[in-house]
């Protein structure tokens, strides 16, 4: 059975300053690794995805993340981020192609 | 073009009753799924359906059921409802639900079961 384990509950982080939010899975079988973005109030809204090929992938607002293997780790980062970028984070595993695992989140909470 | 709508916003039941949610996809979107997102928590795959069949069903007791229409919209039921049920109810489509593809998700149905 697949588990996502996002290790920060919460990161705080000073405007312009870079980021990192980590997510761990494990799974026996190869998967597809997905981050997305919930701002207060809404659903959610993808960022970026990996299927294959490219293990570092760019995804939208300057976010990109890296998929290590032999970690099953795929991190989120953002060289500088915005105030705007204050929300929760979810990253999300699918074995089968379909349904979606979500970890727990982290809130990534931006101040000036 | 409309993104996933999801009716109604906000619900308040009490325990024992039951309810229903409704979802309309994305134009050209065949697949739907449901999720149940708690507070602080991250969404649970609850049930998704292709081409009015279930392909995939959560975690879930069978208080929950699910269906879909010919046009492709959906509806989440829910029986005997308990004070946990109480949670967002996140609606998500894509065009077949497969492979990795982008689920585009709704802004969810508050449900409060008092």
């Known amino acids: 059975a697949q588990s996502v384990t996002q290790l920060d509950s919460q990161v705080p982080v000073f405007e312009e300053a870079p980021v990192e939010l980590r997510c761990n899975y494990s799974s026996s079988v190869s998967v597809y690794l997905f981050w997305y973005v919930q701002y207060p109030n809404q659903g959610l809204q993808l960022l970026l995805k990996?299927?294959?090929?490219?293990?570092l992938v760019k995804g939208i607002n300057g976010f990109e993340a890296e998929f290590n293997k032999s970690q099953t780790s795929f991190h989120l980062r953002k060289p500088s981020v915005h105030i705007s970028d204050t929300a929760e984070y979810f990253c999300?595993?699918?074995?089968?192609?379909?349904?979606?695992?979500f970890g727990k989140g982290t809130s990534l909470l931006v101040t000036p | 073009d409309a993104g996933v709508t999801q009716s109604p916003t906000h619900l308040i039941k009490t325990r024992g009753q039951h309810v229903t949610l409704r979802c309309s996809p994305i134009?050209?979107?065949?697949?739907v799924s449901w999720y149940q997102q708690v507070l602080g928590q991250g969404p649970q795959f609850i049930f998704q359906y292709y081409e009015k069949e279930e392909r995939g069903r959560g975690n879930f007791p069978d208080r929950f059921s699910a269906r879909q229409f010919p046009n492709y919209s959906s509806e989440l039921n829910v029986n005997a409802l308990l004070l946990g049920d109480s949670a967002l109810y996140l609606c998500a489509s894509s065009l077949t639900g497969l492979h990795g593809e982008t689920q585009y998700f709704g802004p969810g149905t508050r449900l409060l079961v008092l």
């Open positions: 134009s050209g979107h065949k697949s």
């Open positions: 999300a595993v699918s074995e089968a192609g379909y349904a979606l695992n």
């Open positions: 990996y299927l294959s090929g490219s293990t």
